[in-house]
């Protein structure tokens, strides 16, 4: 949660309500260099030496570790299951020498029977039970160290803030480029296609949690932790393009990226840019942190959401509060507006997310929804009828607008999830996690891709929030971190739906 004042990552990080950083403990195979299974005296280079095939050496040595890893995991298996075989043939040889003593006409010797059967049974189910979840484990492991470069390559990173990056979106009007809102009392907009800052907002006196870009205008919405929403205008010009980066390099997807420090990015900040100071209009009738804001359809009018529990409905030209959305027992967590409806959802710490109807304007409907047991940290909407919310429990919801009594689908992740995103085109789902992972999901629930994550790509902390563009038949989606860094990724569509 973005924090009012103090712009290092300690204060941000220690005036962030409480949440525990889960790890995630799904089992995952991890590539060694150790010859200490082997034989004596055979190396890999041995064991490779002769063979025909056209294979790289690297590839071939790092495949051979994979399947050491694989036939050992089936090994202790195989282990496993010579033990509980035991067991059962144990269990059968007592229960049969006890039904012996018995004579054929007691009619206890039916339920000794009944007994030997269901304890078998139960064991037989623990062992296959066991059996299915260890290999799919790997199988899932596998494959996911295997596709996820071929569908997901990292495009750019973007580099500059002094601080976490609560929040990232892309203009809707050209010239398009990337905004990203930090802990360090800025906002940024960047090149998407080189990476370079293009200018910055420093109009905030705390924290900026949240941006979003006009639909229509070169106009920016930022909310911050001073208690204020500020609406400023910008004017970028394009550098020329670059070439694209070498993404062929192998890189060790599975290896933890902790070995460098967690503050640490590469390159540097972004050199002398033009910097706007002055915001077109202030909106400040907060009495606590304002976490994020929008635009309604149209651009006449934004709404923001504050830790004051209240979510407040502004008009543009004049400044002045419209409504004030009170009900929310505990601080909100974000806001989304429809995209061509005047409709609202706000989430908040109270588990609940809330959705305002301003269709009519002489009289607006509040609903309230009751999905999850945890924080509820946004809640966004589709193009179609859909709502998708997010929670600390660990699950995403999708939710019909036109019956909002239970969800048509439930994802079920190992670690909070943080401001997801849903493009418009292909309807995907962005789960942003806490465990510093990011995955992709059909409307479904159907798990699609994990970005890939090493020591040299990906997020060294949690992932605050992800955002999509999308032109024609090219798909990026950009994630940003409390690492400091937003990283573009392209997103091969086709081939993801594939897969499906």
Known sequence: MPVEGGSSSGSASAARHPKQKRKAHSLSIRRTNSTEERPPGILRGDMLEGQDSKL???????????????????????IENIELRREIDSLNERLTGDGQTIEGGDPTKGALK??????????????????????????????????SRALCQLLKEYVGHRDGIWDLSVTRTQPVVLGTASAD?????????????????????????????????????????DQTSHIWRYMVQLPAPQPPPDVSAPCDDDQDSSDREEGEVDG?????????????????????????ADWLVGGRQVV?????????????????????????????????????????????????????????????????????????????????????????????????LKNMRSPIATIRTDSAVNRISVSANQRIIALPHDNRQVRLFDMSGVRLARLPRSNRMGHRRMVCC????????????????????????????PALLQEK
């Not at 623990?126 to 295997?146: D, E, G, M, P, R």
């Not at 050199?271 to 976490?291: D, N, W, Y």
């Open 56 to 78: 790289p050496l690297s590839l071939r040595s790092n495949l051979l570790d994979l399947f050491g890893q694989i036939e050992r995991e089936f090994e202790n298996l195989y």
């Open 268 to 292: 540097e900040g972004p050199c002398e840019v033009p910097t706007v100071r002055v915001p077109t209009a202030t909106l400040k009738s907060h009495q606590g942190v304002v976490i994020a």
């Open 466 to 493: 992800t955002a999509w563009n999308e032109e024609n038949q090219s798909c990026n989606l950009f994630t940003c971190g409390f690492d400091r860094q937003a990283i573009g990724w392209n997103i091969n569509i």
């Open 114 to 147: 009944t007994k030997a059967s269901h304890s078998t049974s139960q064991l037989s189910q623990k062992l296959k039970t066991t059996y299915k979840a260890s290999t799919s484990k790997i199988v899932s492991s596998f494959k996911a160290t295997t596709g």
């Open 304 to 400: 923001t959401a504050s830790w004051d529990r209240a979510a407040n409905l502004y008009e543009v030209e004049t400044s002045e509060l419209v409504h004030a959305l009170t009900g929310h027992d505990q601080e909100l967590t974000h806001c989304c507006t429809h995209p061509t409806q005047r409709l609202v959802v706000t989430s908040s710490r109270d588990t609940t997310f809330r959705l305002w109807d301003f269709r009519d304007p002489s009289i607006h409907s509040v609903n309230v929804f009751q999905g999850h047991t945890d924080t509820v940290t946004s809640a966004v909407f589709t193009v179609g009828d859909n709502v998708v919310s997010g929670s600390d429990d660990r699950t995403v919801k999708v939710w019909d």
């Open 185 to 225: 009392h800025s906002a940024l907009l960047w090149s998407i296609e080189t990476g370079k800052c293009l200018l910055r907002y420093a109009g905030h006196a705390g924290s900026v949690n949240s941006i979003k870009f006009h639909p229509t205008e070169q106009m920016a919405l930022t909310a911050s932790g």
